[in-house]
């Protein structure tokens, strides 16, 4: 062994003359465990949080929308082949280097499309008023693009592959939006738009009754109060458009490569046509979430921090109780540099040991919540029951090493106090 090094453990094994050396240095190793276990834990609940959020959002959402500058467009069926043509290799994105390490080396690929009617409304059910955001959609397309939640009561989307143009067309409701309109299922609803027929008495909103056939949730209290599904022909016919839509919605085999599908669709159709992917209707929402995990992991760091400044009370107070052992060390030939490293190694044992334990400790408890998921939450305001864990092996590796480097500084001003000590001095003194 490293002569450095087996002093090193000597002195950190050692009974010491003063016990509050040893009680200090028990403090610093408990005071890195316990910070590095709570970041791993936090940092886990942020990202389990922030990967929940997005499954959520993507179950009801597109990847990539295609809109046009001119409102509604025709020729979908065109466009919509066209999208479905495009590939791009996937070294052409930021992320392609460290997909190809991860072993994806496909092509990015458009796997789905779905033309999109949208319509903001009032619904009216007689008995109360409620706004919403009614999407027509394609039954045919629409399932392998995006899920429209989870049908609790009524009919799917088999009414809607039935409905011929005929008759009372059926709507599918959110949750929260039925409820606050006080309808079930099978009874009638008005939808009222406020362009309408203009009149000797003014303008009269356009009215017309569907039938709610079934009820949804999507589990997140947002699109289950304001968000209602018609057929795609029938929305179409609600607001006069032919066989026109608002919009493409566009599903993708890389949910982290839209940025460079959505440049290569955008070449593809040119203008008036625009794109927009996920990450940009969701700006607001993912960069909160981001700013915060930044912010918890820096708040966090600060325990890490307050061992490190214990870690340098340590290596002061065991310099002086070394100091005749280090002006041996010296008479017998050690060089200022061994004596350095004999003391940064000393605190480095301090820090990875109360790493590693924090590690273990953190990753452990990461296990339990995520199986036993004993600590519940209001799922009204998470959109979960339970805490979601997701511990990515990057986020233990950057804790890990933030904590070494942060014990690692902590020890350069301890030890080179002890390199500077003067051999003679210390042994008269002694």
Not at 347 to 357: E, M, P, R
Not at 400 to 405: P, Q, Y
Request: aromatic share 8%.
């Amino acid at each position: 062994m490293n002569f450095e090094w087996f002093i090193a453990l000597r002195y950190l094994r050692a009974k010491r003359k003063q016990a509050f050396i040893s009680l200090i240095t028990f403090i610093s190793i408990a005071g890195v465990t316990v910070g590095v276990m709570a970041l791993i834990v936090v940092i886990a609940v942020m990202t389990g949080f922030e990967n929940h959020l997005r499954t959520k959002i993507l179950g009801i959402n597109s990847h990539i929308l295609v809109k046009n500058y001119e409102g509604a467009f025709g020729n979908m069926e065109s466009v919509r082949q066209k999208v479905l043509e495009i590939t791009i290799p996937r070294n052409d994105h930021l992320n392609g280097l460290l997909n190809m390490i991860r072993g994806k080396d496909r092509d990015i690929t458009v796997t789905a499309a779905t033309p999109l009617v949208y319509v903001q409304a009032l619904l009216s059910s007689g008995r109360a008023v409620s706004g919403a955001a009614i999407r027509g959609i394609e039954p045919g397309s629409v399932a392998e693009v995006f899920s429209v939640g989870e049908i609790i009561r009524g009919e799917g989307l088999g009414a809607f592959e039935n409905y011929n143009g005929s008759g009372t067309p059926p709507i599918i409701l959110g949750k929260e939006l039925a409820r606050n309109l006080g309808v079930a299922v099978g009874q009638p609803i008005q939808i009222v738009l406020p362009t309408g027929t203009i009149t000797p008495v003014g303008m009269l909103p356009k009215i017309r009754t569907f039938q709610v056939i079934g009820v949804n949730t999507t589990g997140m209290y947002e699109y289950d109060a304001s968000l209602a599904f018609i057929p795609i022909k029938a929305a179409q016919r609600l607001l006069g458009l032919g066989d026109k839509v608002h919009g493409l919605e566009i599903k993708v085999s890389d949910i982290y490569a839209t940025n460079g599908l959505t440049t290569a669709i955008q070449k593809k159709l040119g203008f008036p046509f625009w794109t927009m992917d996920w990450q940009q209707m969701s700006r607001n929402l993912f960069s909160a979430l981001k700013l915060e995990k930044l912010a918890m992991f820096i708040i966090l760091t600060l325990i890490v921090l307050v061992a490190a400044f214990n870690i340098v009370s340590t290596l002061i107070m065991m310099v002086m109780e070394k100091n005749q052992d280090i002006a041996i060390l010296k008479t017998l030939g050690a060089m200022d540099k061994n004596i350095l490293r004999i003391f940064i190694y000393n605190g480095l044992l301090v820090g990875l040991t109360g790493t590693v334990l924090g590690v273990l400790g953190g990753v452990g408890l990461c296990s339990l919540l995520s199986r036993y998921k004993f600590i519940k939450i209001p799922s009204e305001v998470y959109y979960t029951d339970t805490l979601p864990i997701l511990l990515h092996p990057s986020d233990v590796a950057i804790i890990s090493i933030s904590a070494i480097l942060i014990c690692f500084f902590a020890t350069i001003y301890p030890a080179r106090q002890a390199a500077r000590v003067n051999p003679s001095e210390a042994l008269r003194t002694g």
